[in-house]
């Protein structure tokens, strides 16, 4: 009878170790709460770094950031973002700095 109680006990607490290490944990990763951020349609995208003498208040300068690196293929989140500021700080940049389609 004794052992049937630690059989038992044994798979009471082999239960409750692996129900513990299956519990969700509540921090979330760090590319799960970029993308909680992300998806927040109200909130605006963090502004791209720009290079030391560009005026961080000047849509050609997020513009002309973005140019090489979409030309270039890579980090184009950063170009994304940099035509979103570009856009946000004057709502009219396409017109005056992309050139004519035709």
Sequence with gaps: MISDRCV?????AAL???????APSQRLAPTV?????????SAPLPRPTLPPPADTNDARAYYER?????Q???NLDTADMALYWAARLDPDWRI??????W
Excluded at 33 to 41: E, T, W, Y
Aim: glycine letters at 8%.
């Design 33 to 41: 709460q970029l993308l909680k951020v992300a998806s927040d349609p």
């Design 16 to 22: 409750v170790l692996a129900l513990g290490a299956c």
């Design 8 to 12: 038992g006990l044994r798979a009471v």
């Design 66 to 70: 973005a140019v090489p690196l979409i």
């Design 96 to 101: 005056r700095f992309m050139p004519a389609p």
């Design 72 to 74: 270039a293929g890579f």
